[in-house]
């Protein structure tokens, strides 16, 4: 059921993106797309190995330059009264992320896709809602929110280079605290993903939120 293939990493033909959608869609239908294409079981799974990552200049480096991955996991989110916990599948292509959020009190499933510059949530009743400041309109929707942003940065490990950061490393020379965008990330577990050790437990924590995401399983392209 877990899937992708090459075709993702290629350009597009001229009138068609790799899902078969024609140039003029909106983004956000694009990614609902290629998600629900994921999703469906419609490829080939295939994954490849991660170079060595002997110190963290190279970790740093090489991570926050991989162009395709995908992680699948599970989530728990509490803010004040409200929260939930669930599955998540993330998928990153480049700057363009497709995340499936599912879970009960209510939440449903809802997708979360875009960039740096522009995010849509679709939530359970297909109701699509394009966001210029998700963190805050997530909180204001939901009462609670995600660093979508961040998180794919976080999630492997090392800081959104697009911010200033604090971090604190453990006894294998790797993030095990960092201090981000009003976001504190303690990264508790790393275990084998791609040849490499990868975080597994982790959290991240705002005045609001407590984010929690245990990741069951890596696969880089």
Same mark, same amino acid.
């Given at each position: 059921?877990?899937?992708?293939?090459?075709?993702?990493?290629?350009?597009?033909?001229?009138?068609?993106? /790799?899902? @078969?959608?024609?140039?003029?869609?909106?983004?956000?239908? %694009?990614?609902? !797309?290629?998600?629900?294409?994921?999703?469906? !079981?419609?490829?080939?799974?295939?994954?490849?190995?991660?170079?060595?990552?002997?110190?963290?200049?190279? &970790?740093?480096?090489?991570?926050?330059?991989?162009?395709?991955?995908?992680?699948?996991?599970?989530?728990? #989110?509490?803010? +004040?009264?409200? !929260?939930? *916990?669930?599955?998540?599948?993330?998928? $990153?292509?480049?700057?363009?992320?497709?995340?499936?959020?599912?879970?009960?009190? +209510?939440? +449903?499933?809802?997708?979360? %896709?875009?960039?740096? &510059? %522009?995010?849509?949530?679709?939530? =359970?009743?297909?109701?699509?809602? =394009?966001? $210029?400041?998700?963190?805050?309109?997530?909180?204001?929707?939901?009462?609670?929110?995600?660093?979508?942003?961040?998180?794919?940065?976080?999630?492997?490990?090392?800081?959104?280079?697009?911010?200033?950061?604090?971090?604190?490393? @453990? /006894?294998?020379?790797? #993030? #095990? &605290?960092?201090? %981000?965008?009003?976001?504190?990330? &303690?990264?508790?577990?790393?275990?084998? @993903? @791609? +040849? $490499?050790?990868?975080?597994?437990?982790?959290?991240?924590? *705002?005045?609001?939120?407590?984010?929690?995401? #245990?990741?069951? *399983?890596?696969?880089?392209?």
């Amino acid at each position: 059921m877990r899937t992708f293939v090459s075709a993702y990493s290629q350009r597009p033909p001229e009138n068609e993106n /790799a899902a @078969g959608c024609s140039r003029g869609i909106p983004l956000f239908l %694009q990614l609902f !797309g290629l998600l629900s294409f994921a999703l469906a !079981g419609c490829a080939i799974e295939r994954g490849v190995g991660l170079p060595e990552l002997p110190d963290w200049e190279s &970790r740093r480096d090489t991570l926050a330059t991989l162009s395709e991955w995908e992680f699948h996991g599970r989530i728990g #989110v509490s803010a +004040g009264e409200e !929260g939930f *916990n669930g599955k998540l599948r993330w998928w $990153q292509h480049d700057d363009l992320f497709l995340a499936s959020v599912s879970g009960p009190l +209510g939440v +449903g499933t809802v997708k979360i %896709q875009g960039n740096e &510059r %522009q995010v849509s949530v679709t939530d =359970e009743d297909g109701e699509v809602t =394009e966001m $210029q400041n998700a963190e805050v309109e997530l909180q204001r929707r939901y009462g609670w929110t995600i660093p979508v942003t961040s998180l794919r940065y976080w999630a492997l490990g090392i800081p959104d280079p697009s911010s200033p950061a604090e971090t604190a490393f @453990g /006894a294998a020379g790797q #993030v #095990v &605290r960092l201090e %981000q965008r009003d976001w504190v990330v &303690r990264i508790d577990e790393y275990r084998e @993903g @791609g +040849g $490499q050790p990868m975080p597994r437990r982790m959290s991240a924590t *705002n005045r609001d939120t407590k984010v929690r995401l #245990v990741i069951d *399983n890596w696969i880089f392209y």
